[in-house]
C-alpha cells in the first residue's frame, strides 16, 4: 500500500512539477525587452497598439504559430495556438491605388477560435505610402469589425510577412474560404 501511494505522489509531483512548456507572453522585440522574453527566438511577429498600448506578439512553434495579445511582458489577454487548416488561414490581394493604378498588396494571417476570427493584415504600398499593419476582430459570421486598430510601424518586428528566414511561413498556411474581411476595393 505504501509503494502504491509513493508511487501516486510521484506521477503527480511529475506532472505538477515537470510541466516545461513555456508561458507565451505579449512581448516586443526591442533589445531591452528581448532580454526579459524567455520565448525571443521563437518570436515571428510583433507590434503595438497606437491607441491603448497593447501588443501582438506571434510565436512559432513545431509548426504552429501562436497568437498572444494583451499588456506586454504581462499574461495574455488572449492565446490562441493557430493550427494550420485548423483554425489558422492566410489569404492575399492586391488593390490599384491612385491615378497610376499602382498596386498595393495585402496579406492577412487568420486566427480563429469558437466565436471570434482575429486578422492580422499588412499592406504593402512599396514606398508609395507607409506600410500597415492592422489587427482586426470579427464576430463569426459578421462582415464588420467589432474591433479594428492600427500598429504603431515603429514597433513592428516582422519575420511573416517581410522577413526572409521565415518567408515560407504564409505559403505553408492554407487560404481561408471565408473572405468577408478582405475589404472590397
Same mark, same amino acid.
Given at each position: 500500500m505504501k509503494k502504491i501511494i509513493i508511487f501516486l505522489l510521484l506521477v503527480l509531483s511529475v506532472c505538477v512539477f515537470g510541466k516545461t512548456e513555456a508561458q507565451y507572453k505579449p512581448y516586443l522585440n526591442l533589445k531591452s525587452e528581448a532580454n526579459r522574453n524567455p520565448n525571443v527566438n521563437s518570436l515571428v511577429f510583433s507590434g503595438q497598439m497606437e491607441e491603448n498600448g497593447k501588443v501582438v506578439s506571434i510565436y512559432k512553434k513545431n509548426g504552429n504559430l501562436i497568437y498572444v495579445y494583451g499588456i506586454e511582458g504581462e499574461k495574455? $489577454? =488572449? !492565446? =490562441? @495556438? *493557430? @493550427?494550420? *487548416?485548423?483554425? %489558422?488561414? #492566410?489569404?492575399? *490581394? &492586391?488593390?490599384? =491605388?491612385? $491615378?497610376n493604378y499602382? &498596386? =498595393?498588396?495585402?496579406? /492577412? %494571417? @487568420? /486566427?480563429?477560435?469558437?466565436?471570434? !476570427?482575429? @486578422? %492580422? #493584415?499588412?499592406?504593402?504600398?512599396?514606398?508609395k505610402i507607409a506600410n500597415r499593419y492592422i489587427l482586426e476582430v470579427y464576430k463569426r459570421g459578421e462582415c464588420c469589425p467589432v474591433f479594428s486598430k492600427d500598429l504603431d510601424n515603429f514597433t513592428i518586428y516582422d519575420e511573416i510577412f517581410t522577413g526572409t528566414a521565415n518567408k515560407d511561413i504564409l505559403n505553408k498556411i492554407p487560404e481561408d474560404s471565408d473572405e468577408s474581411y478582405v475589404p472590397q476595393i
Amino acid at each position: 500500500m505504501k509503494k502504491i501511494i509513493i508511487f501516486l505522489l510521484l506521477v503527480l509531483s511529475v506532472c505538477v512539477f515537470g510541466k516545461t512548456e513555456a508561458q507565451y507572453k505579449p512581448y516586443l522585440n526591442l533589445k531591452s525587452e528581448a532580454n526579459r522574453n524567455p520565448n525571443v527566438n521563437s518570436l515571428v511577429f510583433s507590434g503595438q497598439m497606437e491607441e491603448n498600448g497593447k501588443v501582438v506578439s506571434i510565436y512559432k512553434k513545431n509548426g504552429n504559430l501562436i497568437y498572444v495579445y494583451g499588456i506586454e511582458g504581462e499574461k495574455p $489577454e =488572449i !492565446t =490562441i @495556438v *493557430g @493550427v494550420a *487548416g485548423k483554425n %489558422l488561414f #492566410s489569404n492575399y *490581394g &492586391k488593390w490599384a =491605388i491612385g $491615378e497610376n493604378y499602382d &498596386k =498595393i498588396k495585402a496579406n /492577412f %494571417l @487568420v /486566427f480563429k477560435n469558437a466565436n471570434y !476570427t482575429y @486578422v %492580422l #493584415s499588412f499592406y504593402d504600398a512599396k514606398g508609395k505610402i507607409a506600410n500597415r499593419y492592422i489587427l482586426e476582430v470579427y464576430k463569426r459570421g459578421e462582415c464588420c469589425p467589432v474591433f479594428s486598430k492600427d500598429l504603431d510601424n515603429f514597433t513592428i518586428y516582422d519575420e511573416i510577412f517581410t522577413g526572409t528566414a521565415n518567408k515560407d511561413i504564409l505559403n505553408k498556411i492554407p487560404e481561408d474560404s471565408d473572405e468577408s474581411y478582405v475589404p472590397q476595393i
